[in-house]
Every structure is written in structure tokens, then in C-alpha cells.
Nanobody, 122 residues
Framework: QLQASGGGAVQPGGSLRLSCMVSGFSTDNYVIGWFRQLPGKGREAVSSTVFGSGSTSYGYFVEGRFTVSVDNAKNTVYLQMNSLKPEDTALYYC?????????????????WGQGTLVTVSS
């Protein structure tokens, strides 16, 4: 089970931290992905993190603005988003798959949480 939270409305240049709480996995051998669905567009990958090591890959548009961190004790993955732009407005999802390799491909994830809405507007 995945539970995403932390979305909201923010002005351009602002920050938000999204959380994805993971439960039901019996091992640390899984990968957490953050994806987003922009209004009227398809879903795109934001990041992919190997939960045990914290090793992360980012989407090309992140450009150093977003950072993923892992709290193993809380089974939670955070997506810190800084310098937000209006084009970051989207419904953000976290997803999980077993294994230890990054993937930015959405259909390779087996479990999805509900989305959390991020709105960046002045």
C-alpha cells in the first residue's frame, strides 16, 4: 500500500515536500517512483529510488530542483521540490515495484498510490 501526501498550492519559486508512506512490503528490496500527470497530458516520471540504498534517478526536467530522500524507519520516501514552476502543476503519484534497479517506465511499477495535487500559480 502506498499513501502519497503533501500536495497543495504554492507560488512560483516556492517549495513543497511530498511524502509517500509504504506499507505491506516484507523486504526493503523495492523501488519507489514518483510520477506526475500534467493537465491534458500523459504521465511522466519524476524520479526512481531504490529504497534500501536511496540511489535515485531523476527526470530530465528536474534540473536539480527536486531531491528524493528516504526514511527507512518510517518506510517513507520524500520528494522535496524547490524552485517550483507553473509547469510543475500536476497530479503527483508514488508507485512501487519489487527489485533493486531504477526504472522511469510507469508500466514497470506494480503498485500505485492515490495522487496528490500540486498547483503552482501566482
Amino acid at each position: 500500500q502506498l499513501q502519497a501526501s503533501g500536495g497543495g498550492a504554492v507560488q512560483p519559486g516556492g517549495s513543497l515536500r511530498l511524502s509517500c508512506m509504504v506499507s505491506g512490503f516484507s523486504t526493503d528490496n523495492y523501488v519507489i517512483g514518483w510520477f506526475r500527470q500534467l493537465p491534458g497530458k500523459g504521465r511522466e516520471a519524476v524520479s526512481s529510488t531504490v529504497f534500501g540504498s536511496g540511489s535515485t534517478s531523476y527526470g530530465y526536467f528536474v534540473e536539480g530542483r527536486f531531491t528524493v530522500s528516504v526514511d527507512n524507519a518510517k518506510n517513507t520516501v520524500y520528494l522535496q521540490m524547490n524552485s517550483l514552476k507553473p509547469e510543475d502543476t500536476a497530479l503527483y503519484y508514488c508507485a512501487a515495484r519489487t527489485g533493486s534497479a531504477h526504472t522511469m517506465v510507469d508500466y514497470q511499477y506494480d503498485y500505485w498510490g492515490q495522487g496528490t495535487l500540486v498547483t503552482v500559480s501566482s
